[in-house]
């Protein structure tokens, strides 16, 4: 939780999937802007979807706020789930 008016760092993240291969092949990922402050909790889900070519992939995930005060995150309940086509 960041209090309004501090004049903290706003962090932003980007999640990206990659090959587990030394290639590392971005497969996927999202960016979640500066992540505005508040002075209660609030969860935000992102997601994104890829394709991938082999049976293992890298999660990174990569703060991208420089250092100083604030800056800081939370992540609970990450998830990767298989996915079907529809047709």
């Given amino acids: 939780i960041v209090q309004a008016s501090k004049n903290m760092l706003l ?3 980007t999640i990206q999937i990659r090959s587990a ?11 979640t802007g500066p992540l505005p ?7 935000k889900k992102y ?15 990569t703060l991208g706020a420089g250092g100083g005060s604030g800056s800081d ?3 609970d309940d990450i998830q990767v789930r298989s996915c079907v086509p529809l047709n």
């Fill in 11 to 13: 962090p932003y993240v």
């Fill in 21 to 31: 291969t030394a290639a590392s092949v971005l497969y996927a990922e999202v960016e």
């Fill in 37 to 43: 402050e508040t002075s209660v909790l609030a969860w």
């Fill in 47 to 61: 997601s994104l979807s890829f394709v991938a070519t082999q049976t293992s992939v890298v999660l990174l995930v």
């Fill in 73 to 75: 995150i939370a992540l």
